[in-house]
């Protein structure tokens, strides 16, 4: 490993470790189960702000075990990732430490099917190129997790975000500085941040923030309509985040996860619940005026708020499910379902004899909460 040099490298607080053992976590998922399919020739890792790639007090860093999580899934016994291409974009502006990024990656050996490449630029111009240059060419994007960790409210373009989003299997989980974002409007010399504020949200829907709100309130309300801007997206359906509070109660920062496709919101939630295990962190419901703390073990809180979303008129199990992947700590609705229907407000239409235990997605006609 190279030298410690301390103009370069800086403490990694626990809410980074944290956030570097989610990605790490999900990355392993999400190589082994990507991989597994033999029409995906080629995944792809993208690390929009890579940093120097170890801290003082730690050797990891998200690209560090973006690349490990790889390791660990080709090793992985009955893996079938001989004939897979894992390829690795890092991304970083300062030299010094994309300098001693590349040192740290170099100084490990890697399987021969990962791919790592380590480019000096902004997020913007470097991953917003490579897009335009497949916009053009009318080439499509390989399958893609995009892990976007800016330094601060700015950086961080909603036309590429969106772009990535695009196209299918391509996911992004990203830092939204929320608080900072809240300070960007409030601030007296407000026009600078205009151009700021328009690329973070991409276009001028955040005219429609209050700026006197106390910043609690701003910083979940600056959430709230992210999330609707990336919900606003074509086939994104499947939106969370996960506000990184410290064990004071104290906001550090957002992280949002976006994707197409259902399972990978399941596969994010379980690595942030193995992860809040450790008591590092707390994640907080993100919703407007609230301050609920996730309880992965406490249904009966989140049944009440979907019983307000959702009761009322029968419905699909797919809705219940999407709102407790996008709207809840669950992976699925059936924890909230037990606690309804021990309470006597949860009908179950069924198709033919009703199941014995449990609430079987294939036997469900509809279901009707009572409010």
């Not at 995944?43 to 929009?48: I, K, N, P, Q, R």
């Not at 600056?222 to 801007?229: D, N, P, S």
């Not at 939106?239 to 004071?248: G, L, Q």
Request: charged share 20%.
């Amino acid at each position: 490993m190279p030298s410690i040099n301390p103009r370069t490298l800086w403490e990694a607080k626990p809410h980074t470790l944290a956030k570097i053992e989610i990605v790490r976590r999900y990355l392993y998922l999400w190589f082994s189960i990507l991989g597994a399919n033999p029409a995906n020739k080629q995944l792809v890792y993208v690390d929009g702000f890579s940093g120097p790639g170890q801290y003082t007090n730690s050797e990891q860093s998200s690209p560090v075990a973006a690349l490990q999580s790889a390791k660990a899934a080709i090793e992985r016994p009955g893996a079938k990732l001989d004939n897979v291409e894992l390829s690795f974009l890092f991304v970083e502006k300062r030299r010094e430490f994309l300098e001693n990024l590349r040192t740290v990656v170099s100084g490990s050996s890697w399987p021969p099917q990962i791919q790592w490449h380590a480019e000096q630029g902004s997020f913007e111009e470097k991953v917003g190129g490579i897009l335009g240059d497949l916009r053009r060419k009318g080439q499509s994007l390989a399958p893609t997790f995009a892990f976007i960790d800016p330094f601060g409210a700015t950086g961080l373009p909603f036309s590429v975000v969106a772009e990535i989003l695009s196209y299918p299997k391509c996911e992004v989980l990203l830092n939204l500085d929320s608080d900072g974002i809240g300070r960007l409007i409030t601030a007296q010399e407000f026009e600078k941040n205009q151009k700021n504020l328009d690329s973070l949200f991409g276009d001028q829907s955040w005219k429609e923030l209050n700026p006197s709100l106390p910043m609690g309130k701003l910083a979940a309300a600056v959430l709230a309509l992210y999330k609707k801007r990336l919900r606003s997206l074509p086939h994104v359906r499947y939106v969370f985040a996960f506000a990184m509070n410290s064990r004071e109660g104290q906001l550090n920062y957002h992280l949002v996860f976006a994707s197409q496709h259902p399972l990978g919101l399941e596969k994010m939630k379980e690595a942030m619940k193995a992860v809040d295990k450790t008591g590092s962190y707390s994640f907080s419901d993100d919703t407007v005026g609230q301050e609920l703390l996730f309880d992965f073990n406490a249904p009966a809180d989140w049944a009440a708020k979907m019983q307000v979303a959702l009761g009322g008129s029968s419905r699909p199990y797919s809705e219940f499910h999407d709102y407790a992947l996008n709207e809840t700590p669950f992976i699925n609705p059936k924890a909230m379902f037990k606690h309804l229907k021990d309470i006597g407000k949860l009908e179950v239409h069924w198709r033919g004899q009703p199941a014995k235990t449990g609430f079987p997605e294939d036997k469900i006609s509809s279901i009707l909460i009572v409010k």
